[in-house]
């Protein structure tokens, strides 16, 4: 393989359940610790089996190096009511999951057999973080390869939002949840944060 023409981030709309394979839930993760090693982002859909608090339990959506995105609908600006929620117990830890979320709901997307439709679920709401993290690194360059950077970047400049719902143990006023992460994604706050750092970041990260 060429090194140089590695993606900067995969997308990965679905989950390894028991009946394909992963009864070792870590089957995957030595896979996306190496994506990322690899200076590429892995984002994962949270899956669709909410509304119940700890519903992320397959891989990769559960691993701690996993971007991982709930669903929301966009004219109401609600979680959607499928989209999967954390906590997520694994190796031993209990964590916050999902990371971010993003539309997911009536998405017009290719249908297998040709031509478009409208769908909804996770799968329609990760690859909106895939593709913000592309136009980040299209607009601030320097971040390619930087995950860690990457990721902060985008929950950080995320739109908070609160949840009464309680998964594991959230108050109503906490940010990041167990129901949206750090919030909706907002790739427009990204890139104006990035772009004026872009050029300092090679010696943030090495001072760092």
């Given at each position: ?14 989950a ?29 859909s ?5 509304s ?13 190096g996993s971007l991982?995105?709930g ?43 040709g ?86 970041l ?7």
């Amino acid at each position: 393989g060429n090194p140089d023409l590695a993606p900067d981030v995969v997308n990965n709309s679905w989950a390894c359940l028991v009946s394909e394979g992963c009864i070792d839930p870590g089957i995957l993760e030595p896979s996306v610790e190496a994506l990322r090693q690899a200076g590429i982002v892995v984002v994962a859909s949270a899956g669709n089996t909410g509304s119940a608090c700890g519903t992320i339990v397959s891989p990769p959506a559960i691993y701690p190096g996993s971007l991982t995105v709930g669903n929301f609908y966009h004219l109401t600006d609600s979680i959607w009511y499928t989209s999967s929620r954390g906590p997520v117990t694994y190796d031993g830890r209990t964590y916050r999951k999902p990371d971010l979320a993003a539309p997911g709901v009536s998405i017009v997307s290719s249908l297998p057999g040709g031509g478009y439709g409208f769908m909804t679920g996770t799968s329609m709401a990760a690859p909106h973080v895939a593709g913000a993290v592309a136009l980040l690194l299209s607009a601030a360059p320097t971040y390619r390869g930087q995950v860690e950077a990457i990721e902060q970047l985008l929950m950080r400049t995320a739109e908070p939002k609160t949840t009464l719902q309680g998964c594991g143990g959230d108050g109503p006023t906490d940010v990041p949840n167990n129901v949206w992460g750090w919030g909706i994604l907002d790739v427009q706050a990204a890139v104006d944060e990035a772009r004026p750092f872009d050029v300092y970041l090679p010696m943030i990260l090495r001072a760092g």
